[in-house]
């Protein structure tokens, strides 16, 4: 039989207490987005149509839609994924499966720890003077290449994540078989990390899509009138655009300003649940 | 392709220091096992039985701080002269706790003749059964080979482990206290299976069951902190005159 001493209610109670208040500051993360979204989507109705994701902007863009802006930010997120996934991805693999312990490992980790942490402001200048300076003019490439920058350490750090997640047990089952390093990963050790690999990319994508900073002196454009012809165009992108609609002094209405913030939230938040889709289906299929 | 040189000796070790570190593992250790016997390999906790086999197939390699002197030949060929995979390929290991490869069961033995290159399907098949046959797992498994390996029981899963080191056809084989996480049937079954293999593969068998060495082993091999303290035949070794009395002492259970 147990018995309630005081101390077991004691216990009892006080591990109730801090399950509550954990309990409540997690519950606390959903209040945020939800009257971020309610809000935005409430001011925003009026402007929400078809027309407006599907339309060039008219008269000052006061009305009309804001399609160049969604086709600019469409174009530099999959060109800056298409340059950061493979090159971040193949360095993650490098420094997590093949590297040794030594200074040329420590040096590579250095710089990616830091280049995460650099201010996205200071990658657009660096952006300038690097691509800018070869394309000649602030173009989509340019500004790409400067969020594919900006993305690289974060896709490298959450692919090393993925990798090292795969138990060094299984590495060394196959090594102990006659497998290559380069087997073990392409047949053990890639398969089973995929989905941490994709959810880190996938992530990448609505950070890139959302940063104004390092497309603004790159690439990005207030205004233009017809869809970007070749990657040496510049183009319209939904950050910059909403970044500059906003601040023109009430010369924009307000609907227009919160359907673009709505446009660019709604494609983050599609992105996110492509990742979360994608972390459940290849959670059901993981093998251990 | 690596041939058999030297005469009767699967596994010649000169000389053998092993240190992790700064902390010897190994001093000066020298034996060998002759092709077509099982050398039984028995010591307490931390006499070096494991770093030993880590030496046969230079998993020491893994082992972050690692190094060792001496010579360790395998069918007369030193370790360090060939690659990795070539020398893993003619080593089969089985190790205490089984590691299934997040794979079904036809592909966690098929894994290794695949990585050395074997394709076809019929190849594939016959090696599987007979692998799966020989560590005696054949018979539960076979109607559903696609399960996945981590599906099944400890025991069985310990067999699938054996069934992939025989998978590469190695002409080695060490067992470090393969029984550990498996029933005493099932332990009885895998010990004919080694009585079998015996006559095709080199077995080097470590244990902490002084009997299982007693049943299986032809000679015994003693190991003490790092040193090698005798090894005789094993009716020697448990005899009522071993060279060593320490010998005496640890078969019957009252050191160590």
Known sequence: MFTETPLVRRKLSIEAATKLAFGAMAASMIVPLVLIVGYLVAKALPVLSWEFVSAFPRSNMKAGGILPAIAGT????????????????????????????????????????NLAGVPSIVHALFGVGAFVFVTGKPCILAASLTLAIMTLPVIIASTKQALAAVPMAFREACWNVGASRWQTIRHIVLPNSLSGILTGVILQVSRAAGETAPILFTGAVFFRRELPASVL???????????????????????????????????????????????????????? | MVTRISGERGVEIEGLSVWYGKKPALEG???????????????????GKTTLLKCINRTLDFVPGARWEGSVRVEGLDVRSVSDAALRRKVGMVFPLPVG????????????PRMAGIRRKAVLDDLVERCLRQAALWDEVKDRLGMLGSRLSGGQQQRLTIARALSHEPEILCLDEFSIAVD??????????????????????????????RRLADRVAFLNAGRLVELDATGAIFGERPREKMTFDYVRGRFG
Not at chain 1, 79 to 99: F, K
Not at chain 1, 272 to 278: P, Q, S
């Open chain 1, 74 to 113: 469409f174009y530099m997120v999959a060109i800056s994924l298409a340059v950061a996934t493979p090159i971040g991805v193949l360095a993650a693999v490098y420094l997590n499966e093949y590297a040794r312990d030594n200074w040329f490992t420590r040096v590579v980790n250095l710089a990616v720890v």
């Open chain 2, 29 to 47: 250790v020298t034996l060998h096992a002759n092709r077509g016997e099982i050398l039984g390999v028995i010591g307490p906790a931390s006499a």
């Open chain 2, 101 to 112: 490869l997040p794979l079904s069961v036809y592909d966690n033995v098929a894994f290794a």
């Open chain 2, 184 to 213: 005493p049937v099932t332990t009885m079954r895998i010990e004919d299976v080694l009585v079998e293999l015996k006559a095709d593969v080199t077995i080097i068998l470590v244990t902490n069951l002084v009997q299982q060495a």
């Open chain 1, 233 to 288: 165009d510049q183009s319209m992108a939904l950050s910059m655009h909403l970044f500059s609609i906003a601040t023109q002094g009430g010369q924009v209405p307000e609907t227009v300003q919160y359907g673009t913030a709505v446009v660019l939230l709604g494609l983050v938040l599609a992105v996110n649940l492509t990742a979360i889709c994608l972390r459940i289906y290849f959670r059901s299929r993981k093998k251990w």
